[in-house]
């Protein structure tokens, strides 16, 4: 979930279990919406995107669930493996040109 | 492939040494657009372009210029860094008129010292 301050919320995660990282955004005029992760000393990298005319998307071992009605937003994440281990941050945007909205992010921990 | 390529990654410099930060995108978008990084206060919008010559202010846009004077290179200027500078920074190209979705570089820190 999301989180104030300097600390990110930590979700650790046994290897081989499905993770389930949460998102609230803010905008409700916001249309299209990003989960990237971050890897230490890397710039963030696309994982999925969905856009408000759609609930659900659903990638390589990943999914994306969108309620407009609540603005959350969440990223599930199948089988979860040690390379999976990052900071994940959810993005929200207009398709009209805009700046991106970033969440906090959520620190993954994947343990053996 | 796709690719937001930032020069330099690592840099440390003085306070008040103009310095610049590249940016180049190969794959023709239109929007670009600059962060920084920074714990506790996440991403935050320095600058952004909408085309060639068309440049705008995000949130954070105090101390930095940038230009867009060819589609690919979108570099940030710092005329007169001071330490509040020091931070990580991204580009990102925005693909989404293609049908694409927005990528970002590998970051550049930056140190000022």
């Known amino acids: 979930g999301e989180s104030v301050g300097l600390h990110l919320p930590t979700l650790s995660v046994q290897e081989g279990d499905n993770s389930i990282i949460n998102c609230a955004y803010s905008?409700?005029?916001?249309?299209?919406f990003i989960w990237y992760k971050q890897e230490s000393g890397k710039g963030p990298q696309f994982i999925i995107d969905?856009?408000?005319?759609?609930d659900k998307r659903q990638g390589q071992r990943v999914t994306v669930l969108l309620n407009k009605t609540v603005k959350h937003l969440s990223l599930q994440i199948a089988a979860t493996q040690p390379g999976d281990s990052a900071v994940y941050f959810c993005?929200?945007?207009?398709?009209?040109?805009?700046?991106?909205?970033f969440g906090a992010g959520t620190q993954v921990v994947v343990t053996p | 492939e796709a690719q937001v390529t930032q020069n330099p990654r690592y840099l440390i410099t003085v306070t008040g040494k103009k310095l610049t930060v590249t940016c180049s995108q190969n794959?023709?978008?239109?929007?670009m657009s600059w962060y920084r990084q920074d714990p506790g206060l996440g991403l935050r919008q320095i600058y952004y372009?909408?085309?060639?010559?068309?440049?705008d202010k995000g949130d954070v846009p105090e101390g930095y210029k940038v230009s867009r004077k060819e589609k690919r290179n979108f570099p940030l200027i710092l005329e007169s860094p001071s330490p509040n500078q020091t931070s990580l920074y991204f580009c990102?190209?925005?693909?989404?008129?293609?049908?694409?979705?927005?990528?970002f570089g590998e970051g550049s820190w930056l140190t000022v010292v």
């Open positions: 794959m023709n978008h239109e929007y």
């Open positions: 990102a190209s925005d693909g989404r008129s293609s049908g694409n979705t927005i990528y």
């Open positions: 969905i856009r408000s005319n759609m």
């Open positions: 905008n409700s005029a916001s249309d299209y």
């Open positions: 993005a929200e945007n207009s398709l009209i040109w805009g700046k991106l909205q």
């Open positions: 372009s909408m085309n060639v010559e068309v440049t």
